[in-house]
Structures are given as structure tokens and as C-alpha cells.
């Protein structure tokens, strides 16, 4: 059996499964996955090993809120390359498994190595797809420490939107700045909305008009309001039911 296989490929009934993921959420509900931290740290380095185990061992580190797992993250984003593997959505994967170990990153007293790897992902944000998942991956803790660079990445986004980047996106960035927009609506519902409405004045997609929506749901603010008069004028009949029903939610 290879390294791998004893430490993603066995449950924690000592059984063998082919599904890592099992394995992985299965740690939370088992402390004896400390014991299997330093063999996934050794294949998460080891440039010779598949970049399926090496990303595998990422996930696995991050989600169980350990320290290399988060340094790994950061230095993926950082680099502005996919590693430690080459797997597609490859970063909203991690984000993903950031979301998941906030409770283990408390235990463990790694929440402030949680937020500096959010923070790297937020900072990629503007140049990276995460799959509709970062913005609402942040809790309201993470968002508040954030604020500023969520700010100047949906600030980037924007000029990159209105074409003044040097290349265009090659995603839906509107959408996924918005979300970013939704998620500091938890702490900062005025900021949210003047930040969605700067992304739906160069990209009035539909898609980014129904996400913008999450921000009238989470602000009462003057500024909420204002987004929301504007998106039930700018949006299909659809949309503008949907801002209607959150504007007389709030």
C-alpha cells in the first residue's frame, strides 16, 4: 500500500475507500487525524509526487485547519501559479476547504493563518475563478479583517471590466465581484453596496444583477436601497421580482 493510500485512501475504521473526500471530512469527527499530518505534509512537498496526492494532501492539511495546510494556500495565490497541483478550480476548491475548517482552525488556534490564506485568495479574485464560492465561503470575522482588500480587488476588477486591464477576463469576474460585494454586506452594508453598483455600471450582466440582490437581503442602508432602485430598473421582469421581494423584506 503506498503512502498515500495508508493516509487518504483508509478510512478511520482502517478500511480502504477510493474516495479522499471521506477521508478528509472524516477528520473532523476524529482527532487521530493529527496522526496522519506529517505523512500528508511530506506529500504535499515532495515535487516528485502525483499533483493529485500533492493537492489531495492540501485539501486534507486545510481543511483540518493546519498551519502548512493554510501556508500552502497562500503560497499557491501568491505565486499566481495552481499549485501544489494543476487540478481545474483548483483555488475554489481550497477556498472551499478554508470555509470548511473554520471550526478545526478555532481547536487548533489557527484562525489567524485562516484569514491570512482567505486574504491571498481575495487578493487573486479579480484574476482567478472561484466558482461562485469565495464570497460566500467568508464568515463575518474573516470579512471584517478583509475589508480593505476585498475593496481594492473589486476596485481592480472593476478597471479590468471597463477594459482599462491588459487583458479581459476569462470568467464571469462581474458575478464573482459582486459576491465579494454580498459578503461585506455581514459587516458593512453601505460599503457592499456602493462596491456591487460600481460592478453593475460596467456589467450589468443578468447573472451579476440577480447576485447583487444577496445585498438587499443584508442591508437596509440608504445605499442598499439606491442598488436595489437600480436593479429593478436595469434587470429583466425576473430580476426586478427579486429585488422587489428583498427590498420589502428588509
Given amino acids: 500500500m503506498s503512502r498515500f493510500d495508508q493516509l487518504l485512501g483508509t478510512d478511520f475504521d482502517d478500511q480502504p475507500t477510493s474516495d479522499a473526500n471521506e477521508v478528509i471530512y472524516g477528520g473532523l469527527d476524529h482527532p487521530e487525524h493529527q496522526e496522519r499530518v506529517p505523512g500528508l505534509v511530506a506529500i504535499m512537498n515532495d515535487s516528485a509526487a502525483p499533483d493529485r496526492e500533492r493537492f489531495l494532501a492540501c485539501l486534507a492539511l486545510t481543511t483540518w485547519g493546519e498551519l502548512a495546510g493554510y501556508r500552502a494556500v497562500g503560497r499557491a495565490a501568491e505565486s499566481g501559479r495552481l499549485t501544489p497541483s494543476s487540478v481545474d478550480s483548483t483555488f475554489a476548491q481550497l477556498a472551499i476547504a478554508l470555509g470548511d475548517s473554520r471550526e478545526m482552525a478555532a481547536k487548533k488556534g489557527t484562525l489567524a493563518q485562516r484569514d491570512s490564506a482567505f486574504q491571498a485568495l481575495v487578493r487573486i479574485a479579480d484574476t482567478e475563478y472561484f466558482e461562485d464560492q469565495l464570497g460566500d465561503l467568508m464568515d463575518e470575522s474573516t470579512v ?8 481594492e480587488t473589486v476596485t481592480r476588477g472593476v478597471n479590468s471590466l471597463a477594459g ?3 487583458a479581459p477576463p476569462k470568467f464571469d469576474l462581474a458575478t464573482q465581484l459582486v459576491d465579494l460585494a454580498g459578503a461585506v454586506a455581514l459587516v458593512d452594508g453601505a460599503l457592499a453596496a456602493r462596491l456591487a453598483m460600481t460592478v453593475l455600471q460596467v456589467a450589468p450582466s443578468p447573472r451579476a444583477l440577480s447576485h447583487a440582490v444577496t445585498v438587499l ?10 442598488l436595489g432602485e437600480h436593479v429593478i430598473a436595469v434587470g429583466d421582469e425576473r430580476i426586478r421580482g427579486m429585488a422587489t421581494d428583498a427590498l420589502h423584506t428588509t
Fill in 144 to 151: 471584517r479583517e478583509l475589508l480593505a482588500d476585498i475593496t
Fill in 164 to 166: 482599462t486591464a491588459e
Fill in 217 to 226: 437581503y443584508r442591508s437596509t442602508s440608504p445605499e442598499a436601497r439606491h
